[in-house]
């Protein structure tokens, strides 16, 4: 079974300022983990995803994430906040079985003081 | 590419009626489409799995005899809520995943409000 723990379900940083959100995962086998990001009343847009190779990832929107086995964790970094980085981000681990199934984390909401 | 849309993006409806929303890939062939619940401010449920011309594995806990999911062809699934209560309300997102190539990915629709009176 999988799982993904988002820590933090309220993230609130000034436009300028270093945006960290944080994922941990467990998974039995090799995961594949996503970042998605979801404005008010619509559907998840893919940040970014690692599925093998280079652990640190780049997404769009200036975002990027590092892979880290030993800590399983998979946190969403981007130097500088905007304001239209508001939005829920949701971390989500795979195992690339059939269907490519989602386990989805609770969801955090960055928010971004003028 | 890997465009996935949803029809309607809103529905009210009455107490008692179904509602049937569509979802589509619309430039790929998706043998597998997922259907996700999201009440506010929540993370996304799992509701069910559709495979193209099998029928729906459903998560434990939701009606299956109540959320019918037909995945008639590699490009549609509807997810058809029947005899809607007010408590169904919620938002409701399918996705998809394509048939070949991009096999490690999900890609999204935009979601349906459905608001039941």
């Known amino acids: 079974a999988q799982s993904v723990t988002q820590l933090g379900s309220h993230v609130s940083v000034s436009e300028g300022a270093l945006v960290l959100l944080r994922c941990n995962y467990s998974s039995s086998v090799p995961p594949y983990l996503f970042w998605y990001v979801q404005y008010p009343n619509q559907g998840l847009q893919l940040l970014l995803k690692y599925t093998t190779g280079a652990t640190l990832v780049k997404g769009i929107n200036g975002f990027e994430a590092e892979f880290k086995k030993s800590e399983t964790s998979f946190h969403l970094t981007k130097p500088s906040a905007h304001m239209s980085d508001a939005a829920e981000y949701f971390c989500?681990?795979?195992?690339?079985?059939?269907?490519?199934?989602?386990?989805f984390g609770g969801g955090t909401r960055l928010m971004v003081k003028p | 590419g890997a465009v996935v849309s949803q029809h309607p993006s809103r529905v009210i409806c009455k107490s008692g009626t179904s509602v049937k929303i569509e979802c589509r890939s619309l430039?790929?062939?998706?043998?597998?489409m997922f259907w996700y619940r999201q009440f506010p401010k929540q993370s996304l449920m799992l509701m069910a799995t559709?495979?193209?011309?099998?029928?729906?594995?459903?998560e434990q806990g939701v009606e299956k005899d109540k959320f019918l999911i037909n995945h008639a062809s590699l490009t549609l699934s509807t997810l058809t809520v029947t005899s809607a209560h007010p408590e169904d309300s919620s938002f409701y997102i399918c996705?998809?995943?394509?048939?070949?190539?991009?096999?490690?990915?999900?890609?999204f629709g935009p979601g349906t409000r459905l608001t039941v009176l």
């Open positions: 996705s998809a995943s394509p048939r070949e190539g991009l096999n490690n990915e999900q890609f």
């Open positions: 559709s495979n193209e011309g099998s029928k729906a594995t459903y």
């Open positions: 989500a681990v795979s195992d690339g079985g059939a269907g490519n199934m989602l386990t």
């Open positions: 430039d790929f062939q998706a043998t597998t």
